[in-house]
């Protein structure tokens, strides 16, 4: 059975609003057990309640903020950023040559602690006609992601809310870190909501799905989480990482051209750890694959990959 993160149990939100839900300790400590992970229904029984039973959310948001940070380190480890910017540099380079005027909006869908929107900002790596924005729906995230940019001087902002219900629309939506989070049905709903905006594109990085990910997830993890929570989410994530095939069906429910950077079958087990799915509206794949150059032999759509593989 794969695991449920802990991370995503101890929080939650209405969707309609946004407003912090209650959530019960018991509650989630019986939901682990009943998912046959003592190990996790051990680690948020010795989180801090109330006496109503609730988790303290000043206790939660200063666990999920720590663990965050620690994320950071292994982004940085990752070279997440220059990972980003080999596929995003070409993908604007395309954007700009068909004629679509700047500035051009880049939307980081679940942003976190803003890692990526910052590494950005920092290093001016898409162009200054590229404006730079992270969405979460923790507020205590976003908080600490606007505090830090400002404290680093940089030029992006942050947003506490639903990225899809932003005044300004994105021109291309991205995230790190986020798909493993949504079941398949879930996946495709949440590419339909970016087929559905006026976006051009979006470009999702995630764990790669290889045998090898989990060992991967718990070696990094052990080596850079401190706290029980990360060493568990992380191992845990790698378990739900979908699969190519997966990815591509749900990323073509947006109907726009879905692709594969790198998939499983292209890269080496040993060095993959995330790839990208993407998509762009049909006529931007002809400019994208020529701003690639050589590299665009690595981008794969559901015509590479057979029905039997699925």
């Known amino acids: 059975m794969d695991r449920l993160e802990i991370s995503d149990l101890i929080v939650a939100f209405d969707p309609h609003d946004g407003r912090r839900l209650p959530v019960r300790r018991a509650e989630v400590v019986e939901q682990l057990r009943a998912a046959g992970d003592a190990r996790a229904a051990r680690i948020v029984a010795g989180l801090p ?21 620690e994320l950071q380190r292994l982004s940085e480890e990752l070279r997440i950023g ?11 380079t395309a954007i700009r040559t068909t004629g679509v005027r700047g500035p051009y909006r880049l939307v980081d869908v679940g942003c976190g602690l803003g890692y990526l929107i910052r590494w950005l900002a920092a290093t001016g790596a898409l162009g ?9 729906l923790d507020a205590a995230l976003v908080g600490e992601a606007d505090r830090l940019a400002r404290a680093e001087g940089l030029s992006c902002r942050f947003v506490h809310g639903d990225a899809f219900a932003l005044p300004e ?7 790190t870190g986020v798909l493993h989070h949504f079941s398949e049905p879930a996946l495709a709903d949440f590419f339909r909501a970016q087929g559905a905006s006026p976006a051009l594109a ?27 929570l990360g060493r568990h989410d992380g191992v845990a994530s790698a378990r739900r990482a979908h699969s190519d095939e997966a990815l591509l069906r749900a990323a073509a429910a947006a109907g726009m051209r879905a692709l594969l950077y790198e998939p ?7 060095c993959t750890t995330l790839r990208p799915v993407l998509a762009v509206r049909p006529p931007l794949e002809a400019p994208l694959r020529a701003a690639l150059g050589r590299a665009s032999r690595r981008l ?10 699925a």
Do not use: K
């Open 300 to 309: 794969l759509g559901d015509e590479h990959f057979t029905p039997a593989a």
């Open 49 to 69: 309640a109330g006496p109503d039973g609730v988790l303290e959310p000043a206790a939660v948001d200063r666990l999920l903020i720590g663990v965050h940070t």
């Open 202 to 228: 979006f470009c999702h990085y995630d764990i790669a799905a290889t045998g090898l990910a989990p060992v991967g997830a718990w070696v990094f993890h052990r080596a850079r989480m401190r706290h029980p």
């Open 169 to 175: 629309a994105a021109t291309v939506y991205v995230s």
């Open 264 to 270: 499983r079958r292209a890269a080496n087990p040993f």
């Open 128 to 136: 200054p006609d590229v404006e730079l924005v992270g969405v979460d």
């Open 82 to 92: 220059r990972r980003l910017v080999h596929l995003l540099g070409p993908l604007l």
